[in-house]
């Protein structure tokens, strides 16, 4: 299958490797050539410990040498299937799905992976929306297990079913959603990430207590707000954001805290601080 991922951040570089860790020819693009750089190496980094434990037989550079970085759209035109990983901007997707409407065959998928922007919203630029749905990863993507399947009205039910084979030949379990704010995972993600920032804003616990509770208690692999700095504060007050407006619920709305964090440029790990300091 050929794939193309547009979009060379964390999640579309998870993405194109993930595709070509099982034998399909990807083309990864991106406006900045720096991304596509920084790609390249984190690319070849996460391959080289994922074989070096075993998790993948097949040699890092033929993995690798799969995946084709490039700043031009038109060449990944082949695609069976098209993932869009661009910044969370409804603008931003649309201008390029008016792109993809002119290169993308008569059966080709469009998939986004959008973490929170309706896909029925979406679908309205897309030339032929039965052919597009949500593909939502997690991050780390080769690490992570689950993709989150979003049908929008208008999608076909084939496509759906399409999408959960090709889930599966990642070695990775699909869940099914309808096109809900949030879809499954962040509604129920965000209101927990928010409630362990209210205790902490209320004195409760300390952060590492609060953090602490969560991995011990309940087997979570990060505490949340540990899990807040590693998903980047700014995204998660995008999210909490989009949640609260479509809503209308306090449940979902960014507490103070966050926003002076994210205001003050403390996005969490990518920045080096945010709840903690890295
Ligand atoms: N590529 C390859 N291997 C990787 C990797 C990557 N990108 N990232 C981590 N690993 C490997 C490490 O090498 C390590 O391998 P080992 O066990 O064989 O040594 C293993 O994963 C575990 O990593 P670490 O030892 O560094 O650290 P942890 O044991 O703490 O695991 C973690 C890291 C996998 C990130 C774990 O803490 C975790 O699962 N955290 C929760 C992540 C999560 O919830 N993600 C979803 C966020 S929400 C989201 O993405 C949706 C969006 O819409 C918000």
């Keep these: ?17 993930v595709f070509a860790q099982v034998g399909n020819e990807v083309v990864l693009t991106d406006v900045y050539q720096k991304a596509l750089e920084t790609a390249a190496n984190e690319i070849q980094k996460s391959l080289g410990k994922l074989h070096s434990k075993g998790a993948i037989t097949e040699a890092p550079e033929l993995v690798y040498g799969r995946i084709k970085f490039t700043e031009d759209l038109s060449l ?49 630029a897309i030339k032929k929306p039965e052919n597009f749905l949500g593909l939502h990863f997690f991050n780390p993507v080769p690490i992570m297990k689950l993709v989150e399947i979003i049908k929008g009205v208008r999608t076909s039910a084939s496509v ?74 700014d995204v998660v007050q995008d999210i909490m954001a989009v949640l609260y407006e479509e809503f209308g619920d306090p449940r979902f709305k960014p507490p103070v805290t966050l926003r002076n964090l994210v205001n003050a440029r403390k996005l969490g790990r990518k920045s080096g601080e945010g709840f903690y300091k890295y």
Aim: hydrophobic residues 45%.
């Design 76 to 124: 990944g035109r082949d695609a069976d299937i098209f993932i869009e990983a661009v910044l969370e901007k409804l603008e931003i997707k649309e201008a390029l799905y008016k792109q993809l409407n002119e290169i993308a065959g008569e059966n080709s998928i469009i998939a986004s992976n959008t973490s929170s922007i309706s896909i029925n919203a979406l679908s309205a």
């Design 160 to 233: 759906v079913e399409k999408a959960i084979e090709i889930t599966r030949q990642l070695g990775k379990e699909p869940v099914t959603s309808q096109d809900f704010p949030g879809f499954i995972s962040n509604r129920i993600l965000m209101p927990l990430i928010r409630e362990a920032i209210l205790a902490l804003e209320e004195g409760v616990s300390s952060r590492e207590d609060i953090d602490k509770t969560l991995k011990l208690g309940m087997n979570h692999p990060m505490g949340p707000l540990e899990l807040a700095d590693f998903i980047g504060l």
């Design 1 to 17: 299958m050929n794939v193309t991922v547009i979009g060379a951040g964390t999640m579309g570089r998870g993405i194109a490797q």
